[in-house]
């Protein structure tokens, strides 16, 4: 009795091709992230408005923020805002760059000392130069946390009307400075 088997259809087994399924979705999902990551260019909601306050502590007898600092003075002046630290190792990183920055004619420079002890920030000053017109210490973080900083350093520019027109978090390098930074303060 030689019988040919019927041929039965396979079922296919769904109950092990929907995790599969699940698992490349979210694979690609994943690398189309991080493919658009665009981490330099983080919103700010003060991109166009006139920024929030500093009201901070002084750092040792440098000279220190006002309120008028961040007042348009002449029409003229472009203001960079950096929160650093002395802890901060990306901090030391951009200092050539601050440095830089702060030779530039009609271009002021405002550091904010973020949750920082006093000594420590002007031992670093001391050591990689004051690139920075004005100081002041931010001990809690209550300033960063007003202007929305997600960390140090983090670097705001004023323009000449007093308004916010850019925001970079992380470290100022040579290269963000020259395709990005520099054609902001001219």
């Known amino acids: 009795m030689n ?3 019927a041929a039965i259809p396979k079922m296919i087994n769904w109950i ?4 599969l399924t699940i698992f490349l979705l979210l694979i690609t999902l994943a690398l189309a992230a991080l493919k658009n990551d665009d981490s330099d260019n983080m919103p700010s909601t ?5 920024p929030p306050p500093l009201i901070l502590n002084p750092l040792g007898k440098l000279p220190r923020v006002t309120e008028e600092d961040l007042q348009p003075m ?3 002046q472009i203001t960079l805002i950096n929160f650093w630290a002395s802890w901060c190792p990306p ?3 951009e200092h050539p760059q601050l440095d830089k920055i702060s030779l530039i004619e009609n271009v002021k420079i405002i550091g904010v000392n973020y949750k920082d002890k006093e000594l420590s920030a002007l031992n670093f000053l001391t ?3 004051n690139p920075f017109s004005k100081l002041g210490r931010d001990p809690n973080g209550r300033n960063a946390l007003e202007w929305g900083v997600y960390g140090v350093p983090e670097t705001f ?3 000449q009307g007093g308004k916010i027109i850019f925001r970079h978090p992380g470290p100022i ?3 963000i400075y020259k395709k990005t930074i520099k054609g902001l303060l001219h």
Do not use: F
């Open 74 to 76: 002449d029409g003229k």
């Open 91 to 93: 901090c030391r990183a």
């Open 46 to 50: 003060y991109i166009g408005k006139k």
């Open 3 to 5: 019988r040919k088997k």
């Open 157 to 159: 520019i004023m323009d």
């Open 173 to 175: 390098t040579e290269d």
């Open 16 to 19: 092990k091709i929907i995790p």
């Open 127 to 129: 050591k990689y130069g």
